[in-house]
């Protein structure tokens, strides 16, 4: 059993800060990574950042400079940043974490059910 619980989203004005947190939990090794994927209505789901147990991030181009994902390796948790918020941020964000159980070799990547961030102009 793996959980992956998101919290943090919510209603912002543009140029507003946020900041979500993904909680990895169940019988489970470290996650190699972690990140935050969004979508939004009628479009697919795209990478915003991830960052591996070592520290190392990747970053979408649309959300470089203003976004900044960080983890608790201790805690199983990642957290989003997000700042200088544009109403194009909105989109449902989910939580990504590529790990293995305790009961098994294989590394595969588990989803949140997602939190709603809405940015208002």
């Known amino acids: 059993q793996v959980q992956l619980v998101e919290s943090g989203g919510g209603l912002v004005q543009a140029g507003g800060s946020l900041r979500l947190s993904c909680a990895a939990s169940g019988s489970i090794f470290s996650p190699n990574e972690m990140g935050w994927y969004r979508q939004a209505p009628g479009k697919q789901r795209d990478l915003v950042a991830t960052?591996?147990?070592?520290?190392?991030?990747n970053y979408a181009d649309s959300v470089k400079g203003r976004f900044t994902i960080s983890r608790d390796n201790a805690k199983n948790t990642v957290y989003l940043q997000m700042n200088s918020l544009k109403p194009e941020d909105t989109a449902v964000y989910f939580c990504?974490?590529?790990?293995?159980?305790?009961?098994?070799?294989?590394?595969?990547?588990?989803w949140g059910q997602g939190t709603q961030v809405t940015v208002s102009s």
């Open positions: 990504k974490a590529y790990l293995r159980t305790i009961w098994s070799s294989l590394l595969r990547d588990y």
């Open positions: 960052i591996t147990s070592g520290g190392s991030t």
